[in-house]
């Protein structure tokens, strides 16, 4: 089955400078990349998601790469700010196209630090 | 107010008791999940299911059970088999196309075994 790596598993970064978080994968068949930000003592939400169609894809100042032959996505948030504080987490899915439900498996979480 | 609901927010189960927890949406969403999320290790999927009356095991189904007799209700009990309990617990769900989708967490239940 899948296997998702994620690192680091902290990160502090002053700020305004930028912070990144590299996951890699396993499963070639993979094609959908989302990464999830979980404040503490709240429920993970998406902040930025990617599909194997495409290279890299930007929002403001998140931005997600990925290379698939070498199996690995990128987060990359730049001009931190103290409320990008967080846990951020990567997950790999593919299509089920019978069943229909997407099997999300993710990393094991980075703990984003940004010091003021 | 749409959304996903878990309750409760804390749960206390005393050694060899079952425990059910509650999961319920109002997004219209067809597909439901289950997932453990423990310090270190991410989060871990265990149970799915895409439609009422179905579900399949995800990576860590031992020990829990779950049931869908309707679309707006996943709810997953955990059982004296696991072994390990105390842990967090997020439901989520997602619109069932082929095209993959935002999961929409709920705010998650914090079991502990006392």
């Known amino acids: 089955g899948e296997n998702v790596e994620q690192h680091p598993s902290t990160l502090s970064v002053q700020e305004g400078d930028s912070a990144v978080i590299k996951c890699t994968y396993s499963?070639?068949?993979?094609?959908?990349f989302p990464w999830y930000k979980q404040e503490l003592g709240k429920r993970p939400q998406l902040i930025i998601d990617?599909?194997?169609?495409?290279g890299e894809k930007k929002d403001q100042r998140i931005a997600v790469t990925l290379n698939k032959t070498a199996k690995h996505f990128s987060l990359h948030i730049t001009e931190t700010q103290p409320e990008d504080s967080a846990v951020y987490f990567c997950?790999?899915?593919?299509?089920?196209?019978?069943?229909?439900?997407?099997?999300?498996?993710f990393g094991q979480g980075t703990r984003l630090t940004i010091n003021p | 107010d749409g959304g996903i609901t878990q309750s409760p927010k804390y749960l206390f189960r005393k050694e060899g008791q079952n425990v059910t927890l509650s999961c319920e949406q109002n997004?219209?969403?067809?597909?439901m999940y289950w997932y453990r999320q423990d310090p270190g290790q991410g989060l871990r999927l265990i149970y799915y299911?895409?439609?009422?009356?179905?579900?399949q095991k995800g990576d860590i189904a031992e020990g829990y059970s779950v049931s869908r007799e309707k679309k707006e209700s996943f709810p997953l009990t955990v059982t004296s088999a696991q072994k390990n309990p105390t842990a967090f617990y997020l439901c989520?769900?997602?619109?069932?196309?082929?095209?993959?989708?935002?999961?929409?967490f709920g705010q998650g239940t914090r079991l502990t075994v006392v």
């Open positions: 989520a769900s997602s619109i069932m196309v082929t095209v993959e989708t935002e999961a929409f």
């Open positions: 997004l219209n969403h067809d597909a």
């Open positions: 990617i599909r194997s169609n495409v």
């Open positions: 997950a790999a899915s593919k299509s089920f196209i019978i069943q229909g439900a997407q099997k999300l498996v």
């Open positions: 499963d070639s068949a993979s094609n959908y």
């Open positions: 299911s895409q439609i009422v009356n179905d579900f």
